[in-house]
């Protein structure tokens, strides 16, 4: 007796049914309002500056702050209190990437203690099957200050050499663990005048623990006119020196700042020319990843819908397994459902970045992605008809 092969469905961005499955007609109400505060760009400029004031005070915004914004774009303020969303996404076959989200610190108590949180996602991604990758930020380990001067290639004072070495050491237990548990990690990047000295730190890693598979991911900016090239040259250091690399491509989060540092030090900006050669690079990158995938993990971090369709029909074209484990699809949690969800439905592997921890902690992260919502051209109005557009559907249901 044949058996019956179950179809799943055609992919559609647009099928908003599938993208807000897991929302309730409140949580759309309160998504499509904050998209709308998020929209105008007089309050996205003075919220951060206001809050921040009320929170150093002592002003009662917080539980505010909680219900809105955090909410939205955050799983919880600890792991354990991330497991709802954490369940809530895996029931659509979404699975999560743990980002503890504490930024701008520069005490080195404050850098073991994140270490130690970064561990503690590790163990449990070991646990938990809807856990894809772990992440960490470098400047969460160590002073930005610091990393710039070795970037520079300025000498380091003795003391400086044994901070440096104290930053080394979080970054391998961190690599260590994830590839004693086999769990991914993935280095975010950072600006381009402390990349360089991170890019160094990554590859090591990868070629210390990407041996067998690709468990290190360094993460390429596309946005900058350099990026291609730097993951074409790593791709042939990892054949030639035989280990696996690991790739998160995304187009990038600090235009605005890289231009104006470049006019005021005067040197070239490290930003293309316009978001279409951005668009082209993003694009040659998936295709040269796709072209080496057996000796490249990569992760498409983007909320681009060309390219999301690009990678997914390649995919069908080159008669890759929706499911191949070196693709990965991600966007940030509250953001782009529409692509996370229907990707997911359609059987490819699709992760949510999950920030997380305490409310004023991650302060910095949620007005950057306030921000960048601002200023990514169409994301919020994409946001809100999408919303608009479930809100209708479900009426007309009723």
């Not at 702050?65 to 209190?81: L, P, S, V, Y």
């Not at 994830?178 to 600006?191: M, P, Q, R, T």
């Amino acid at each position: 007796m044949s058996q019956k092969i179950q179809r799943q469905p055609e992919l559609s961005f647009e099928n908003t049914e599938i993208a807000f499955r897991g929302k309730s007609d409140g949580d759309l109400n309160r998504a499509y309002w904050l998209f709308k505060i998020i929209g105008s760009n007089f309050l996205t400029r003075i919220g951060p500056p206001i809050a921040n004031f009320a929170l150093n005070v002592g002003l009662p915004v917080k539980g505010v702050i909680r219900t809105t914004i955090f909410n939205h774009f955050c799983g919880g303020e600890t792991i354990e209190g991330c497991v709802p969303t954490i369940e809530r996404i895996a029931n659509q076959q979404v699975e999560t990437i743990l980002d503890y989200s504490v930024e701008g610190e520069d005490a080195e108590a404050v850098f073991d203690e994140t270490c130690s949180e970064i561990l503690r996602t590790v163990t449990y991604a070991k646990t938990n099957l809807n856990i894809s990758f772990s992440v960490f930020k470098p400047t969460g380990l160590g002073r930005f200050e610091l990393f710039e001067k070795i970037n520079d290639k300025q000498q380091l004072t003795t003391e400086e050499e044994l901070e440096y070495g104290r930053i080394r050491k979080r970054v391998e237990r961190i690599c260590q663990a994830c590839y004693d548990g086999d769990v991914k990690v993935l280095i975010d990047a950072e600006h381009s005048w402390i990349q360089d000295v991170i890019d160094d730190l990554a590859r090591e890693m990868m070629r210390r623990y990407n041996r067998r598979a690709p468990i290190v991911y360094n993460t390429y900016q596309l946005y900058r006119h350099d990026k291609l090239a730097s993951l074409q040259a790593d791709y042939y250091l990892a054949e030639t020196d035989g280990f696996f690399l690991g790739a998160k491509l995304v187009r990038g989060a600090y235009m605005e700042i890289e231009r104006e540092r470049a006019a005021e030090y005067g040197y070239s900006s490290p930003i293309q020319p316009n978001k279409e050669e951005t668009d082209r690079d993003f694009n040659l990158a998936i295709q040269f990843c796709l072209d080496h995938v057996d000796r490249i993990g990569f992760v498409a971090g983007t909320h681009n819908e060309a390219s999301s369709r690009l990678l997914a029909e390649e995919m069908d074209r080159r008669r890759l397994p929706h499911n191949h484990p070196h693709i990965h699809f991600a966007q940030l949690l509250g953001m782009s459902d529409n692509l996370s969800f229907n990707l997911a439905a359609a059987g490819y592997q699709v992760a949510k970045y999950m920030p997380y921890g305490p409310v004023k902690a991650v302060m910095p992260y949620l007005f950057r992605r306030a921000q960048e919502n601002t200023s990514v051209a169409g994301q919020t109005g994409r946001e809100l008809s999408l919303i608009a557009k479930e809100k209708k559907r479900r009426k007309s249901n009723r």
